[in-house]
């Protein structure tokens, strides 16, 4: 009876060699890329490739993380989508929101952000253009959505942080000669990840589930990490309520030369 049950266990695992690592504990190595969408097995430009098409196919995605710019760091938090998105930017000088529906951008702040500028030996010269009163001028502003005409030389600049193709293709790109690296998960999801220059030119973790979504981007050189999430998934983006809205006309004050804005995508 014994001799009969030991043959059948034999049996048993022969015939499930090829999904089992082995009956009694013997070894096996099980493919990381099984089961997956494969680009974990291609070379690495191509998973680069695949990672950029991916993003600029889909119509939507949230960005968060860091960007290190000119030695200080921001906090970016956005929804984007193809006509537009809205979220905050942060940093120890500034914080301010953005909104862009179509080709309407709008800017909110606090009124610290509309109040830095420059001085002059007789006395403050804020954002807001005022001198003097200018801090009233800036109180006014806060807590508004400030209309940036498209002719604003900070139209471009602000635009930037909104715009999902522009904003991806910068952070995606690596740096340097290409290598595959290790396996890993992001938020759960299992990722094949992609060095640039041994990893100082940057690295990306691209999903090996389903569509090739790049998930986690470290920038070169320690500039920052920031993490895709949410692709595909709509969200409302809609225009502010007009009470809410100041309309400054062909120019709005000079935000950008006290806010020491980073460049969006480099």
């Not at 500028?117 to 801090?135: E, F, L, R, S």
Request: hydrophobic content about 35%.
């Amino acid at each position: 009876m014994r001799t009969r049950k030991a043959a059948l266990v034999g049996a048993l695992c022969a015939g499930l060699s090829v999904v089992l690592t082995g009956c009694g504990g013997g070894g096996g190595t099980k493919d990381p890329d099984a089961g997956t969408n494969g680009v974990g097995r291609l070379d690495p430009a191509k998973i680069q490739d695949k990672a950029r098409s991916a993003a600029r196919e889909a119509s939507s995605v949230h960005l968060s993380g860091s960007v290190v710019s000119q030695g200080r760091t921001y906090k970016l938090d956005m929804r984007l989508k193809r006509d537009g998105g809205t979220g905050r930017v942060a940093s120890d000088a500034s914080t301010f929101e953005l909104l862009r529906v179509g080709d309407e951008l709008f800017l909110k702040a606090p009124a610290a952000f509309w109040s830095r500028g420059d001085k002059d030996d007789k006395g403050a010269k804020g954002a807001t253009g005022a001198t003097g009163d200018g801090a009233a001028a800036a109180g006014k502003l806060e807590k508004k959505y400030v209309k940036v005409p498209a002719g604003d030389p900070a139209y471009q600049q602000f635009k930037g942080f909104t715009d999902k193709n522009v904003l991806l293709d910068g952070l995606i790109g690596l740096h340097g000669k290409l290598a595959r690296g290790e396996h890993g998960t992001v938020a759960g999801v299992p990722t094949i990840r992609v060095n640039g220059a041994g990893g100082s030119g940057g690295t990306l973790d691209v999903s090996l589930m389903d569509t090739p979504y790049p998930l986690r981007v470290r920038r070169a050189g320690g500039a920052g990490q920031l993490e895709l999430s949410d692709w595909g998934k709509d969200f409302a983006l809609t225009p502010p309520p007009k009470q809410d809205t100041v309309d400054y006309g062909k120019r709005i004050p000079a935000a950008g030369e006290g806010a020491s804005l980073p460049a969006p995508a480099k």
